[in-house]
């Protein structure tokens, strides 16, 4: 959530099928675009393959779905709502204090990066965003929607800080969560570390965002 309560639009264009069967055949094709993202990866990533996925001709699916990028911005849009109703659930709480709530969404992303679906859909997306400038400008502001969440949960804690240096302080932060994926994320090398990197994680990220000074990032006073 940004400061004002609202969640960043991802100028996303009208969903496409709002009456009934339409809806229905739209969701069809996301869950089978999102299956095809999961387990084959980037590279069969087309509508073709979709529409075989989910049982249709090609020119079906086109008529919902012109291009690709249509179907990864709806798909990021239905990952913002998840995100939201995740954090609103497990972090937005009154009674929760600004440290729990970092704590909470630092091990919410974590725990998220551990799930098959998250390692795989993210991995694939950041190798279509290396070829497709439209995949990699909505890639962008989803993490721009991610950045503007984690700077509102550090700027209580830190309350010295100018907006720019919260900006970029939450944007290492993340970095240093979704670099897991590589590592620790499903099915990685050393996902078997998960746990210890999650402890590593909570103890040096909200000291870091208890500690950093403004004087630390002068140029972005």
């Known amino acids: ?15 496409p099928g709002i009456y009934g069967r339409g809806t229905e055949t739209v969701d069809l094709i996301l869950n089978a675009a ?6 084959e990866g980037a590279a069969a990533f ?3 393959r979709i529409a075989t996925r989910c049982g249709m001709q090609v020119g079906r699916l086109s008529y919902h779905f012109a291009r690709k990028e249509l179907l990864i911005q709806l798909l990021l ?24 709530q970092l704590r909470r969404m630092i091990t919410l992303v ?29 890639v962008a502001a989803f993490y721009r929607y991610a950045h503007a969440n984690i700077a509102a949960a550090i700027a209580p804690l830190n309350p010295a800080l100018s ?28 996902a078997h570390q998960m746990p210890q990197m999650q402890r590593l994680a909570l103890h040096s990220l909200l000291h870091l965002a208890r500690t950093i000074k403004s004087e630390d990032l002068p140029d972005l006073g």
């Not at 919260?166 to 990685?188: N, P, Q």
Request: aromatic share 6%.
């Open 46 to 48: 087309t509508l073709r």
């Open 34 to 39: 999102l299956d095809v993202l999961v387990e």
């Open 77 to 100: 849009d239905d990952l913002l709502d998840y995100y939201e109703r995740m954090l609103d659930e497990t972090v937005r709480q009154p009674h929760l204090d600004p440290a729990e």
């Open 163 to 190: 907006p720019a240096q919260l900006d970029v302080v939450a944007r290492f932060v993340s970095s240093a969560l979704e670099g897991t994926t590589i590592f620790a994320g499903h099915g990685k090398p050393w």
């Open 110 to 138: 974590l725990d998220d990066i551990g799930t098959k679906r998250t390692t795989h859909v993210f991995t694939e997306l950041w190798a279509l965003s290396n070829h497709n400038p439209a995949v990699a400008e909505r």
């Open 1 to 15: 959530m940004t400061k004002t309560g609202k969640k960043p639009a991802l100028a996303a264009p009208v969903r």
